[in-house]
């Protein structure tokens, strides 16, 4: 596992405005949600630190995000995890994020344009799985696609207001479902978007 100040030492360094692209770009500094248009966000810091170290990355894990938006998350997990493999409904938004990591250095990152509702079968299992995007229900491809001794954080719950979930499964394949406090996150698109 990673020190904990390792995390909060690279939350304080990474300069949010790298992500930004519009008129949203000068309250890069600010703890709040930013729209990064595609009636998308970029994460509030805070929340995106603290998911990270929920997560329990270092560099022998293999991890998958749902939802590369801007691509700020995913420069966290790039920073601490062996491999990252992340899946974009969005093309334009994965294309100016794959550009940005690139600019940053990482090249431990797999990007992938698509439903990420469904995971990223070809390359499961993963050790750790991370949506940032709200699902309507638990997305039960993600929690096969988990390996043993893993870790899932997903926000599940109506528009307006989820649970962020930790799901975590034994070495026995036993899963456990722990509900962390609520949140606000844009819809999954895909098959666990909500219903209207």
């Known amino acids: ?18 992500f930004l692209d519009n008129e949203y770009k000068e309250y890069a500094d600010y703890d709040s949600p930013l729209p990064i248009g595609y009636e998308q966000t970029i994460s509030q810091p805070s929340l995106v630190c603290e998911m990270t170290l929920i997560l329990g990355i270092d560099n022998n894990k293999k991890v998958l995000e749902i939802g590369t938006g801007s ?55 993963f050790d750790r799985i991370i949506v940032t995007a709200g699902a309507g229900a638990m997305p039960q491809e993600l929690i096969m696609q988990l390996d043993s001794n893993g870790r899932l954080l997903v926000p599940v719950g109506k528009r307006g207001s989820q649970k962020l979930m930790l799901v975590e499964k034994d070495m026995h394949g036993n899963i456990k479902e722990t509900s962390l406090g609520k949140v606000t996150f844009v819809e999954l698109k895909g098959d666990y978007g909500w219903k209207n």
């Open 71 to 125: 691509g700020y998350q995913t420069a966290f997990l790039a920073n601490f995890a062996k491999e990252v493999y992340t899946v974009e409904k969005i093309g334009e938004l994965s294309e100016k994020a794959q550009k940005r990591l690139k600019n940053l250095g990482y090249n431990n990152v797999k990007f992938n344009i698509g439903d990420g509702s469904k995971g990223w079968n070809e390359y499961a299992p």
């Open 1 to 18: 596992m990673q020190k904990e100040n390792e995390v909060y030492k690279f939350y304080e360094n990474l300069d949010r405005s790298i």
